[in-house]
């Protein structure tokens, strides 16, 4: 069965700091990986996604670094802001229209 | 306003009973989908939707049944509730146009089955 799975469950970083997650995926057939941030009572929101001709991408403070020979991407998000606690998740498509998810880390920036 | 919409919001219906979580996007994107959200395992695929009248299963469909008589329609049926289904229900949407891959979610039903 397709998975990605996403680590670390929880992350708790101090306001200005660097919150790394990270994913690892077994598809090959994978080429669309995007990252979905979600806050309380609300739904899942695109954030960054890239596909694998590149191995980094950058929009403001958050970047997603890929390593295609290793199977695995994660999301960097620069001097990280109360505003950013939120839960996070990973996904990855590709052969179908089927959009596979990570169990998402919930990231909680304390000021 | 233009986007995605579900209703109800927030439903609490006992064991057995038929419940109709109801989806609308104003995009006429092509394709929907019913996701479910547990903690512990994300979100799942229950059902998606390629255009109306064409209809797949995602990785949890037992229990559910989908229709698309509308392109802008997307309702989700549990026919018989069962308290596993106790979740928070999100649809989404995805154009297929330029090439894109973004789904846009709705705002969620949280459904508790007594």
């Known amino acids: 069965q397709q998975q990605v799975k996403q680590s670390p469950q929880s992350l708790i970083v101090q306001k200005g700091g660097i919150s790394i997650i990270n994913c690892a995926y077994e598809n090959t057939a994978f080429d669309y990986f995007p990252w979905y941030q979600q806050f309380p009572g609300k739904g899942p929101a695109l954030l960054i996604a890239?596909?694998?001709?590149?191995s980094e991408k950058k929009e403001g403070r958050f970047t997603i670094s890929f390593n295609k020979s290793a199977k695995q991407f994660s999301l960097h998000i620069m001097d990280s802001q109360p505003g950013d606690s939120a839960t996070y998740f990973c996904a990855a498509k590709g052969g179908s229209e089927k959009l596979v998810f990570g169990k998402g880390t919930k990231l909680t920036v304390n000021p | 306003d233009a986007g995605i919409t579900q209703s109800p919001r927030y439903k609490i219906t006992e064991t057995g009973r038929q419940v109709t979580l109801m989806c609308h996007q104003t995009?006429?994107?092509?394709?929907m989908f019913w996701y479910r959200q547990d903690l512990g395992h994300g979100l799942r695929l229950i059902y998606y939707s390629a255009a109306a009248d064409i209809t797949d299963k995602g990785e949890v469909p037992d229990g559910y049944v989908v229709s698309r008589s509308k392109t802008e329609n997307f309702p989700l049926t549990l026919e018989s509730a069962t308290r596993s289904q106790t979740s928070v229900y999100f649809c989404?949407?995805?154009?297929?146009?330029?090439?894109?891959?973004?789904?846009?979610f709705g705002p969620g039903t949280r459904l508790t089955v007594l």
């Open positions: 989404a949407s995805r154009d297929t146009g330029r090439g894109g891959d973004t789904q846009y």
């Open positions: 995009w006429s994107h092509s394709y």
């Open positions: 890239i596909r694998p001709d590149v």
